[in-house]
């Protein structure tokens, strides 16, 4: 039961909010523009890393920067009806998590990006003579991690067996 004479934990309106985030003690906001992706290189079934022109460091590091915008995906837990007694309640029974991971990348005038998406993609089904490569060959792991002011990992979110589904478009005209 509420009770008119309570008082709430904390005080409400504009300025408190703001406080809290820019306040002496308060803890400040994060800039979802700063981030830093990180795909894994492929692993093959004997566990040595891939290494060539499309899998090198410096070639990830690329990617990094290249990323003009990414997200961290959505979660929930799928329910379903339950009643012992009295009301149905829901109940919770798996974790589900939202739709596919949108990574959009700025291209250089080498075509870098796109290239390296193709060849990722041709392990998966080769576009010649339209052979399945093995799952284990052609997922990766992605790191999207989200960064302070000061560069320092704040949190990050570690996406395992990812492969590309689809290379959208590249628009070209005067527009």
């Known amino acids: 039961m509420i009770r008119s004479d309570e008082k709430a934990l904390n005080k409400s309106g504009i300025n408190n ?28 079934n004997n566990g040595s890393v891939m290494l060539g022109e499309m899998q090198n460091q410096e070639s990830m590091r690329r990617l990094s920067k290249s990323c003009e915008s990414a997200q961290f995906p959505g979660r929930a837990v799928s329910t379903q009806p339950n009643r012992i007694s009295g009301p149905v309640r829901e109940m919770p029974y798996e974790s589900l998590y939202s739709g596919d991971l949108d990574l959009t990348f700025r291209i250089g005038q080498d075509f870098f990006e796109r290239n390296y998406f193709e060849f990722w993609m041709d392990s998966i089904v080769d576009h010649q003579t339209h052979t399945m490569g093995y799952y284990d060959d052609y997922t990766r792991d ?28 590249i628009d070209l005209g005067y527009d």
Not at 144 to 167: H, T
Request: hydrophobic fraction near 45%; proline fraction near 7%; include cysteine.
């Open 142 to 169: 992605i790191i999207i991690a989200q960064l302070g002011p000061d560069d320092s990992v704040v949190w990050k979110m570690l996406l395992k067996e990812c492969f590309p589904k689809a290379i959208n478009s």
């Open 17 to 44: 909010v703001l406080e809290q985030f820019h306040g002496n003690v308060g803890v400040g906001y994060l800039s979802p523009a700063r981030y830093d992706i990180i795909i894994a290189p492929s692993l093959r």
